[in-house]
């Protein structure tokens, strides 16, 4: 099955910073790859998406940087606000199984 | 639009009891996933349902089962109940599930075993 690792566990940075959290995977087959935000008492929701065949994509404050040769992908984002603060999960999907794996989340922490 | 729904909430139920959740997915989605979300094992697969056919299956052993109804709504079930199961259970619904469809997620029950 697929591993993932997801790094940092926790990141703390203040307002006005950028936060780099990033992603690895083993499946070779993986295609596509989410990000997702977890607010407080919240289920996941998906912030931003990549396809195999592109390299990188941005949303406004937010990107998403995929590296498929060296099988990991990035979420970047810019000018951090507290209420960017939640937990954010990778979750690259592999063709054969249909089933995202999710990494285990990065809290991050803006202060204000 | 009306988003991915959960009942209950929060549930406590006691070791050994059997339990019900049920998840109601967006309109026109027909596939429907659960998760069971911990502090130590972070989000894990159970099971997907979609046209009321169980597709995929987690590692989980068969206390936990679901099913789906003819309008896409599911269910799933944990018997014997163990302190372990104590946990978030989300479900997500899509339009179609492919490798390249988002997963939209309802807020979860939480429930306590004790």
């Known amino acids: 099955g697929e591993n993932v690792e997801q790094h940092p566990s926790t990141l703390s940075v203040q307002e006005g910073d950028s936060a780099v959290i990033k992603c690895t995977y083993s499946?070779?087959?993986?295609?596509?790859f989410p990000w997702y935000k977890q607010e407080l008492g919240k289920g996941p929701q998906l912030i931003i998406d990549?396809?195999?065949?592109?390299g990188e994509k941005k949303d406004q404050r937010i990107a998403v940087t995929l590296n498929k040769t060296a099988k990991h992908f990035s979420l970047h984002i810019t000018e951090t606000q507290p209420e960017d603060s939640a937990v954010y999960f990778c979750?690259?999907?592999?063709?054969?199984?249909?089933?995202?794996?999710f990494g285990r989340g990065t809290s991050l922490i803006v202060h204000p | 639009k009306a988003g991915v729904t959960q009942t209950p909430r929060y549930l406590i139920k006691t070791r050994g009891q059997q339990v019900t959740l049920s998840c109601s997915p967006i309109s026109g989605h027909r596939s429907v996933s659960w998760y069971q979300q911990t502090p130590g094992q972070g989000l894990q697969f159970l099971f997907e349902y979609f046209s009321e056919t169980q597709r995929n299956k987690g590692n989980f052993p068969g206390r936990f089962s679901g099913r789906q109804f003819s309008n896409s709504r599911s269910e799933m079930n944990v018997s014997t109940l163990e302190l372990g199961d104590s946990a978030l259970y989300l479900c997500?619904?899509?339009?179609?599930?492919?490798?390249?469809?988002?997963?939209?997620f309802g807020q979860g029950t939480r429930l306590t075993v004790v």
């Open positions: 997500a619904s899509s339009l179609v599930w492919t490798e390249n469809t988002e997963a939209f």
């Open positions: 499946d070779s087959a993986s295609n596509y």
């Open positions: 979750a690259p999907t592999s063709g054969g199984s249909y089933i995202p794996t």
């Open positions: 990549i396809r195999s065949n592109v």
